[in-house]
Each structure stands twice: as C-alpha cells, then as structure tokens.
C-alpha cells in the first residue's frame, strides 16, 4: 500500500470524528501541530503491528482520541515543562543529574515519609528520584510491587493519591525529576481485567495469552528461559477459575499483556498517560524485552517489541512530551543496546557496567571490562545511559560470551566462578552475598546482596579487620567514582550511599523467603543517615567519601555533556577512560581493581600532549614530560586538563 496516501487519508478521517471540546483553542492547535508531526511514524508502527486486522482503523481512531483525553487532563504546569523539555531535550546529560532509586515504605514509611525525608535528598544531590512501583498490588507477594492491580490507585499502605499529588509537587519544587515504573509486560491477577478473564470475559481473556491445554504453551516453553526457576518451573500457570494456562513469565501472579490485540496497547497507552500526567518525567520500562511474543524464538528482544515501545514513545511526544523512557533491558549487551534511541528509550540502565564492575572486582584483571566498554559503551548522543551498581534486582552476569572467548574466558565457567565468588563458595573472598533463582536444571543462578556487603564490608566487620574495612570502603567508593564520571545518569541505590549492609530479615517473611532479593532491600532509617555523621565509622568515611565525588561531579561540566572513549591502560588491574567536552575540556578517570599498588606511564594513558593534569581527588599533578604514576590499593584518579567552568 502507499504509506504516505493512507496516513494522510485516515489522519484526515480521524481529525473529523475528533473530540477536542475540552481542550481551549491553542491547546487544539498544539494538540494537532504534535498530531501532524507524529503521526506518520505512529501511523507505519502501527500498521506494521496492527495492519492486518480489520478493525485497524477502529483501534486507531480510538488510540488518537485516548491521547487527545489525556493531553486534556494535563496540568498546565506540566504542560509548560512539555514545552520547556522539547527546546532542551537533553536535560539528562546534564553533570547536576543525580539519580536515587528507592522503596517509598523502606525509605520513609510511607508517601509523607518521603516528603519529609526531601531535605536529606537535596543534600545528598538527588536530582532524579525513582520510586519502586507504588499502585495498588496483591497483599503478601506482589513481587515488590511489580505486580499491579491498578495503575491508578496508590498502595494503601503508602498512603492515597492525593498523598502522590503532593509528593510530585513537593519533589519539582526541590528540582528532583520523579520516576516511575511502568509495568506494562503484565498486570496481577487481581487486575479487573485479569478479573473479568478469570470470570470468563473473553474480551479480557483476549487481553492476556489463554490457552485451554497446553499443548501451544509446551511449543512456545521449547525456547523460552525460566526467570524465577526457584519458585515455579516454566512460563505458564493453571488458573482454575478459568480452567486456562495463562502465560506467566515472571511469578503466577504476574499475568502478560497479550500485545497481538490493539486494544490492549490502547489501554495500556492510556494507563500510561495516567501515569505521565501525575507529574513523572521518566518512565522506566519494567520486563520491556519480553512483551512480544513469537512462536519458534526465545520471545526476548524480539523485532515488534521494539515497534511497541517506538509507538508508546510517539504517544508520549504527542501528549506528554516531556516524558522520557528508562529502558530495562537485562539481556545480552548487543540487545540492550536496540533500545536506546530518541525515538524509542532515551535512557537505559547499563546492566554490561554494572555486571562488569563486579566481575572486575573478582579478578582484579581489568581486560574484559575494557573490552566490552570499548565495545558497547557508545550510544547515540541525544541519549544517555544510567550507571548503577546496585538496584533491587539480582545481578545477572550478562556479560558478551563472544568477547569473553577472545580473552580465553569460557562465559560458563566464568559465571560459575562469578557465583561462587560472591556466594560465599569461594576461599578468599571478600564478598558476602546470597545465591538467587538457582535453576534445579542446570545449576544456573544469579546473586543477591547489598553493595556493601558485596564489596566486603560486612566480613571486615564481622572480623573486626581494619584492613578488611579499609578494603571494601575504598572499593564502594571506587565503584560509585565510576558511575559519577563515566558518562551518563549515575543512579544511587537508596541505602548503598549509607553502606548498609545485607538485610536477612526477609527469610522469617513467609511472603518474601523464598525471593532471596529482599536481602538487599533495607530500610533506611533516621538512625543510620545520623551513624553515618558519626566521624571515623566506614559508614562515615563512605558518605563523605561519596559527597566529596559528587561535589565534583557537579562543579564541572567535564562530568556533563562529554564523549567517552574507553583507554587501554595496558596494565592487568587498571580501568581508565577519558571524557572530553565540546570545549576540549578533558578529564581521564583511572581506577585501580586491586589492593596491590599499581604504576602506569603517563604516555601509555595518553597524558604527554602538552597540558598539565590535575588529580581533582589528591594533589597529583602530571606534567607534558613522561612521568609514572601510583596507584595506591583501590584508588581513583580523576585528572583534569583545565580550570573549572
Ligand atoms: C523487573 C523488575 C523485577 C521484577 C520483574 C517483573 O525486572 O526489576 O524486580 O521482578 O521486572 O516485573
Ligand atoms: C531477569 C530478567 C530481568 C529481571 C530479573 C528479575 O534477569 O531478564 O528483566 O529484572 O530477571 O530478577
């Protein structure tokens, strides 16, 4: 068909039948203007998609006017910063962004709480703030949220929706960005809509994948992964209200979105928008690899799952354009990278990092960190990555099996080690964390625990080794030194900028034993921000160690908009990049992985080009003549080749 005489066609047939009433006449004519400019990219999406169906054209005309509601329902407010973000759309980049993720109820309790506690986050830096998912979710398990019962409702025990409505407020005045999920690959099972398919609605049943036997889920099961093997074997679950297998990718209580039907990409746009007019600016893409489906393949990553996301992103910049996407791809890194793009994610967590940083930390041999950064760390310019080096999930070691081979690493092995190295099977580690989602199959699993557990402060304390303390503190400091200079967001996992360490009262929880996660997910209390003020305590010498680096981060626009290139240090245990900005500014971060002193020449860093380089972090000065360097055990050098801006 000729594309561009059908979009027209059905544009025009659709601004007929438009409801716009609620909308004043400027607001029409910015409405359309944004119609206009998106809609052929919406149009061809959807068509790929959707283009076989004979109600397309139905569920179009539906889809335009959910947007047209929900930019009505918009505040002027957040209008206003739509427009403020469309003239300065890489916001993101900037060196003042400071990103924190938490739970609202172990962080403060509740949704006041968190008001409350916005003076703490001020101070500490946080420009951007991401709330683990706070909507309504079944009582006992509701895997931490992620399993939603209703978009539109605050969980009752972190307070109501007006409390949300203040928050938003409270935090733009502080300028902190509130984040938010979106749990779009599936709703609980208390859902109404899983509700309606439980009572045997076949509109809702069509809204998920219902099967009556299992003989088309035991084709699919052929090629599917298992991602909580731990508590329940495959991707399917009896539901016996129904009498149907519904398919279940993560727990039974999580039900998948069927996206093969029109209508619920329309429902799930228009739970978006909901969501987006609460006041977010980033929305995080939660399970965003598995929400495509297709026989025959592993039913990740798969091509239509990217022309999803692209259209929910089209919706947005038609109706809340100052809404940005937070990709969560935990897959291989070539896949993580398909979707980072202006036009589909403008952010993505960078799982290859984090997973690496703590490989590296286990063998203190930097080459496959280097390697895979060389590699994959570049991504389009108007985008941006989100450093991290712990969140509530389990670290995967998603490492490129491929570059791993060419350094004579088996990836298999190597996981095995990774594993048995931060699970306490391994003699002479330092790290103290827990095994997760150990599949009975084939002996694979992932590994839990607090940063600072896993950095190996909670054995120095427990034997009172100062050199232990000295060790893991200086590694926590380290690693966080990389995700504030690398390039990007650097995001902080609420609690690891106290140096809490691992939380075992989840296994007296009978609705949280058996996901060992939970050990990593603490609260916060008064007490702890107050021990960490206490002069001398390693909590101590992490929090002020932290503030120091991200004082920096912010006084130089270096750590801001700036390219990245990944040094070869040709030294086992050095990490070593150089950012640069469009100024020539340029600031080369070296860390060393090892508690052994490490020397590198000046020349092989690439530092004898006439400038002098100023260590922002110790009086280390290097100059255009060859000179070497010292490292001392787990040090950092930040090294900048001009005066502050
Ligand atoms: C995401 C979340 C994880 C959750 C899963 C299912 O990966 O980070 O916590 O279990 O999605 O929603
Ligand atoms: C798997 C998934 C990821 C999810 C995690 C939860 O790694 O790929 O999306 O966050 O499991 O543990």
Redesign the pocket.
């Given at each position: 068909m000729d594309i561009e005489r059908e979009y027209k066609r059905s544009l025009e047939r659709i601004l007929t039948g438009l409801d716009l009433s609620g909308m004043s006449k400027r607001e029409q004519a910015v409405f359309i203007d944004r119609l206009n400019e998106q809609f052929p990219r919406l149009f061809a999406l959807l068509v790929e998609i959707y283009g076989q169906r004979y109600d397309f054209f139905y569920y179009l005309q539906q889809l335009v006017q959910t947007l047209a509601n929900g930019f009505t329902k918009r505040s002027n407010v957040l209008k206003q910063k739509d427009n403020a973000r469309l003239a300065a759309p890489h916001w993101y980049q900037d060196e003042n962004m400071l990103g924190m993720a938490c739970y609202v109820d172990l962080f403060a309790g509740d949704l006041k709480g968190l008001q409350q506690r916005i003076p703490y986050l001020v101070e500490t830096g946080i420009t951007y703030l991401h709330l683990m998912p706070l909507y309504d979710s079944p009582k006992g398990d509701s895997?931490?949220g992620?399993a939603v019962s209703d978009y539109r409702k605050v969980n009752d025990t972190l307070g109501t929706n007006k409390d949300l409505e203040e928050l938003s407020k409270a935090l733009a005045e502080a300028g902190i960005s509130l984040v938010l999920d979106f749990?779009f690959?599936?709703t609980s099972d208390e859902h109404p809509w899983a509700l309606a398919a439980k009572a045997g609605d076949q509109k809702y049943q069509e809204f998920y994948y219902m099967f009556d036997d299992k003989h088309v889920p035991d084709e699919y099961e052929k090629h599917l992964r298992e991602i909580f093997p731990q508590v329940r074997r495959g991707n399917f679950s009896w539901d016996s209200d129904s009498n149907k297998w519904v398919w279940t990718t993560?727990n039974n209580f999580?039900w998948d979105l069927n996206y093969t039907n029109p209508a619920v990409f329309n429902a799930i746009t228009d739970e978006m928008l909901y969501l987006a007019n609460l006041g977010c600016e980033a929305l995080r893409l939660?399970?965003l690899a598995f929400i495509w489906k297709e026989m025959g393949t592993n039913c990740e990553n798969q091509a239509k799952a990217h022309s999803l996301i692209q259209a929910f992103n089209s919706c947005l910049q038609i109706a809340a354009p100052a809404v940005v996407f937070k990709s969560?791809a935990?897959v291989h890194p070539d896949e993580v990278l398909k979707y980072i793009d202006k036009q589909e994610c403008q952010l993505s967590y960078n799982p290859l990092l984090m997973a690496l940083i703590w490989n590296t930390l286990a063998t203190r041999d930097t080459h496959l960190l280097t390697e895979s950064m060389q590699k994959s760390f570049e991504i389009s310019p108007d985008c941006a990555w989100v450093n991290y080096v712990r969140c509530?999930?389990d670290i995967g070691w998603t490492f490129d099996d491929a570059v791993a081979g060419q350094q004579g690493v088996n990836g298999y092995d190597h996981r095995r080690f990774l594993n048995q190295f931060y699970t306490g099977r391994f003699e002479g580690s330092f790290a103290t964390g827990v095994a997760f989602g150990e599949n009975p199959s084939n002996g694979d699993c992932r590994v839990c625990g607090s940063l600072a557990s896993l950095a190996g402060l909670e054995q120095g304390i427990e034997q009172n080794n100062a050199t232990l303390i000295e060790h893991a503190v200086a590694r926590i400091l380290m690693v966080h030194s990389i995700i504030l200079s690398i390039g990007g967001i650097p995001l902080i996992y609420s609690g690891d900028e106290l140096a809490l360490l691992n939380d075992y009262s989840y296994e007296q929880d009978d609705s949280k034993k058996h996901d060992e996660?939970w050990v990593q997910r603490i609260p916060v209390t008064d007490a702890d921000i107050q021990a960490s003020k206490k002069k001398g305590t390693p909590q101590n010498r992490v929090a002020t160690g932290l503030q120091t680096l991200i004082g920096l981060r912010k006084q130089y626009s270096v750590f801001g908009q700036a390219s990245t290139r990944i040094i070869n240090p040709h030294q086992n245990a050095l990490f070593a990049y150089q950012r640069t900005a469009k100024d020539g500014t340029a600031l080369l971060a070296i860390c060393n992985f090892s508690e052994h002193k490490q020397k590198v020449s000046s020349v092989t860093l690439g530092l004898g080009n006439g400038d002098v380089w100023q260590d922002l972090l110790s009086p280390v000065r290097v100059s255009p003549a060859p000179q070497e360097l010292e490292l001392a055990p787990y040090q950092v050098m930040w090294l900048l080749n001009s005066q502050p801006v």
């Open positions: 895997d931490g992620y749990v690959n599936h993560f999580q939660d399970a969560e935990i509530h999930d996660r």
